[in-house]
């Protein structure tokens, strides 16, 4: 299968940046997969969303990514995200103490690592 060069950065860091055979990600239009090859585009990430990538070598990578936008040219996607965390970074108490908070934006980006935590475990 052919391979193509992603990078997953958001404002605070690069999270990935490598060779990918597939790599998925929840859009605005809806849940997109991007293989090489790929028609050129971009994408605005949903508020509480997930992307994995599947690497050439290793396991699923899966991210609760909250907004940013997802750039696709024909060898290369770019995940520039606003806000995102690994899966096995989420912790489960913080996600139930942010989804009783108050502030909007504390319950979506809860809601996306949950979502997150759901399809690592789906994957595994």
Known sequence: MADITVELVSVERMLWSGQASMVTAQTT?????VLKGHQPMLGQLVENGVVTIQPTEGKKLVAAVQGGFLSVSTDKVTILAEYALWADEVDSSTIEAG???EDEHTRD???????ALVRADMAK
Not at 109 to 115: G, I, S, Y
């Open 99 to 101: 989804l009783k908070s």
């Open 109 to 115: 980006l809860a809601e996306a690592k949950r979502r």
């Open 29 to 33: 239009e809806g849940e997109i997969g």
